[in-house]
């Protein structure tokens, strides 16, 4: 395991927090973290398995309320899940989809998108 603050290859185990999770602690700039340290489930009390089924839940339609009922957890902390989810996935795109040389460019739903009408439309002559 690396150190997610300097990056140092070998981290040491440091004890266990309240909850009985393993804490680890860095040689080098002597932080400590958990295994969980910089994932969605960092600080929380939800388990990867039930955070994965509250996303899941909602990528497939359900609303955010509906699945705080399915899961039987609070609405601020679905709320909260996803938030960070979609912040994640935004910093991972940004990261990974660089200098995309691209030639050709479809645009299937442009029209939908800027509410085209018939009246406003462009008449070729």
Same mark, same amino acid.
């Given at each position: 395991?690396?150190?997610?603050?300097?990056?140092?290859?070998?981290v &040491?185990?440091? *004890?266990?927090?309240r909850? +009985? !999770?393993? #804490?680890?602690?860095?040689? %080098?700039?002597?932080?400590?973290?958990?295994?969980?340290?910089?994932?969605?489930?960092?600080?929380?009390?939800?388990?990867?398995?039930?955070?994965?089924?509250?996303?899941?839940? &909602?990528?497939? *339609?359900?609303?955010?309320? +509906? !699945?705080? #009922?399915?899961?039987?957890? %609070?609405?601020?902390?679905?709320?909260?899940?996803?938030?960070?989810?979609?912040?994640?996935?935004?910093?991972?795109?940004?990261?990974?989809?660089?200098?995309?040389?691209?030639?050709?460019?479809?645009?299937?739903?442009?029209?939908?998108?800027?509410?085209?009408?018939?009246?406003?439309?462009?008449?070729?002559?």
């Amino acid at each position: 395991m690396r150190c997610p603050f300097c990056e140092h290859a070998k981290v &040491h185990k440091h *004890g266990r927090t309240r909850k +009985g !999770v393993q #804490r680890f602690q860095c040689p %080098a700039c002597h932080q400590t973290f958990t295994e969980t340290f910089d994932t969605l489930y960092y600080r929380r009390q939800v388990s990867p398995e039930e955070g994965h089924t509250i996303l899941q839940s &909602h990528c497939e *339609g359900n609303s955010l309320r +509906g !699945v705080s #009922r399915i899961s039987k957890r %609070a609405y601020g902390t679905v709320v909260s899940l996803v938030r960070k989810a979609s912040e994640k996935a935004q910093m991972i795109h940004n990261q990974q989809v660089q200098d995309v040389d691209s030639q050709t460019i479809q645009s299937d739903e442009l029209w939908s998108f800027v509410k085209k009408s018939k009246s406003k439309s462009c008449r070729e002559n």
